[in-house]
DNA sequence: CAGGATCCCAAACGATACTG
DNA sequence: CAGTATCGTTTGGGATCCTG
């Protein structure tokens, strides 16, 4: 597979030597920011259609308000998502995603797909090597 | 979008309320593994072609052996790595990817592509961000 | 309603030393 | 060579209280 040798090479390897190239590895700056507990969580949820701050958190419901205050700020800081004050009384804020929020998400959805396909192959893999492992 | 309603409720709403649906949420099992800081730059080199351990600690040269030897550990508990110790002396031991983890590296290469693609457009996302909140 | 501030815990990660 | 063991640090995350 000289096409996964040469994918690799350019996306990984030149980047992870000595100096100041980490930082400018294309799939850390990416994946290290969606690797959080809630991060896909939200993009998901927001993908669906805009939504409040109240929303959200009834739409995940074990997430704390604080995280959610901070995967929203994060999503927002890397442009995914944009953030939306209507000055009322009282205040309301609406999320929803950019144009490069929502072709992340595209990017996403196969890995979402597969997420669904395969988790049950996944967890039964877990179990035996945990009992191999006993 | 109507699609993304169902898909949303499909793979997270379901598994979100109270109760012991949350280790069956599909994106949860699948995505929580993967979030960590090296398992995708692993898998990346093992999609390449079978490494040795000392091998991937060369390719990617700033992770401690501590964590390459943990990241080794979930793919393989995950289904997604094979280890095959050769009983040579000094020992060698080899990692493949399994069908598994050729599949998943399949799906996540669309994300790959995509933060290639636009981790400039990130980037400078967040520096404008940080530059508005100065 | 939508958070900010604070405290605290647990997990992730890194560094170092040692071993079959 | 390919790990294991131990320690210390850092980060992620939850709980609680407070506010415009």
Redesign the interface.
Known sequence: ?TV??T??Q????GY???GPG?ENC????????????WS??IL??L???PYRFGELRR????ISQRMLTQTLRDL????YALRTVFPTKPPSVEYRLTE?GQ??FA??????????A??L??????R???ERNA
């Open positions: 597979m996964a040798i994918r690799f350019a996306k990984i390897s992870s030597g000595d980490l294309p799939v850390r700056t990416v994946i290290d920011h969606i690797g959080g507990k896909t969580l998901l949820a993908s669906e259609k739409l995940v419901p074990d927002e800081r890397d442009g490069l072709s992340l990017a996403l959805c196969g890995l979402l797909d597969w997420a669904e395969n988790y192959a996944v967890k039964e893999a877990r035996s090597f945990d």
